[in-house]
C-alpha cells in the first residue's frame, strides 16, 4: 500500500517536470520569433514617392507601383500624371 502511494506521487512529480519543460521549451520558441518580427519592421523601410520620407512597409500606402507615407501623398503624386 505504501509503495503503491510512493509510485503515485513520484510518477505526478514526473509528469509535473515534464510538463512544465515542454511549456519553457515553447515559450522559448515564442520569443525569438517576436524578436524576429520586430527587426523586420526595422528592416522593411520604404520611401515615400512624393516626398522621400522613410516609414515602414506595414504603414506604407502602395499605389501605381510605388509606395507613400500617406494617401493625400498618393492621390498628390498621381495628379501630376
Ligand atoms: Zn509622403
Not at 14 to 32: E, G, T
Request: glycine content about 2%; charged content about 25%.
Amino acid at each position: 500500500m505504501g509503495l503503491r502511494f510512493l509510485f503515485l506521487i513520484i510518477s505526478i512529480i514526473a509528469i509535473w517536470l515534464i510538463v512544465r519543460h515542454q511549456f519553457a521549451k515553447r515559450q522559448q520558441k515564442i520569443n525569438p520569433k517576436n524578436y524576429k518580427d520586430n527587426t523586420d519592421l526595422f528592416d522593411n523601410m520604404v520611401e515615400c514617392h512624393y516626398c522621400s520620407v522613410h516609414i515602414p512597409r506595414k504603414e506604407a500606402f502602395f499605389q501605381n507601383e510605388h509606395y507613400y507615407c500617406s494617401l493625400e501623398h498618393a492621390d498628390n503624386d498621381k495628379s501630376d500624371l
